[in-house]
């Protein structure tokens, strides 16, 4: 059973350039939610997606914004770099219903360098 | 809103003592309780989770946690420490059951392990 996976691992990147960070889900699982970790810190929630559309919202300017595709799988843009966006960037999958909803699967992340 | 404190960021015990963990949470209803872990370079592997059934939950590699309502705690233990489990420490909690919500991390505690 593949777990989540997350492409690329590492991304260097100036200011001002965008990104796209890939995300597939846990098998089975069809939200997906991404998170970015900053040094030393503990993740913070940036969106979720679920039925293609984004449902809930963390406290991240629109410069952040996803995808998600009718296989499930998901896409992280970020526009507009600033040094400040490097971090890891985690992917979570999970059932929006039912006994196992509440459990949140996470990839190994993609660690993103802004120069 | 809800928010996790996670009181030490750095904790030290010697091999085979008592690991305990400390995590308080605020939340305005009751809450889904989470504790994950992250070793060098990974993502969060979820240790164990409290879902309103039993108070004393049990997670993998021997970890424990123990819900207290009153004193809004949901404290990491384990018996005995072993040098695998050094590694950062993660509490976070969610509303409605994590699959439908973001989760709000604390900021982890680090686990030292001295031989």
């Known amino acids: 059973d593949a777990g989540v996976t997350q492409s690329p691992t590492h991304l260097i990147k100036t200011r001002g350039q965008q990104v796209t960070l890939r995300c597939s889900p846990k098998s089975g699982h069809d939200t997906v939610s991404w998170y970015q970790q900053a040094l030393g810190q503990g993740p913070q929630f940036i969106f979720q997606?679920?039925?293609?559309?984004?449902?809930q919202r963390g406290n991240f300017p629109d410069r952040f914004s996803g995808h998600q595709f009718p296989n499930y799988s998901s896409e992280l843009n970020v526009n507009a770099l600033l040094l400040g966006d490097s971090a890891l960037y985690l992917c979570a999958s999970s059932l929006p219903w039912g006994s196992q909803r509440e459990t949140q699967y996470f990839g190994p992340g993609t660690r993103l360098l802004v120069l | 809103a809800q928010s996790v404190t996670q009181l030490g960021s750095h904790v030290s015990v010697s091999e085979g003592a008592l690991v305990l963990l400390r995590c308080n949470y605020s939340?305005?209803?009751?809450?889904?309780l989470f504790w994950y872990v992250q070793y060098p370079n990974q993502g969060l592997q979820l240790l164990l989770k409290?879902?309103?059934?039993?108070?004393l939950v049990k997670g993998i590699n021997g970890f424990e946690a123990e819900f207290k309502k009153s004193e809004t705690s949901f404290h990491l233990t384990k018996p005995s420490a072993h040098m695998s489990d050094a590694a950062e420490y993660f509490c976070?909690?969610?509303?409605?059951?994590?699959?439908?919500?973001?989760?709000?991390f604390g900021k982890g505690t680090h686990l030292i392990i001295q031989p």
């Open positions: 976070a909690v969610s509303l409605s059951g994590g699959g439908a919500d973001g989760l709000t």
């Open positions: 997606y679920y039925e293609e559309e984004e449902r």
């Open positions: 409290y879902t309103s059934a039993a108070t």
């Open positions: 939340s305005s209803v009751p809450p889904y």
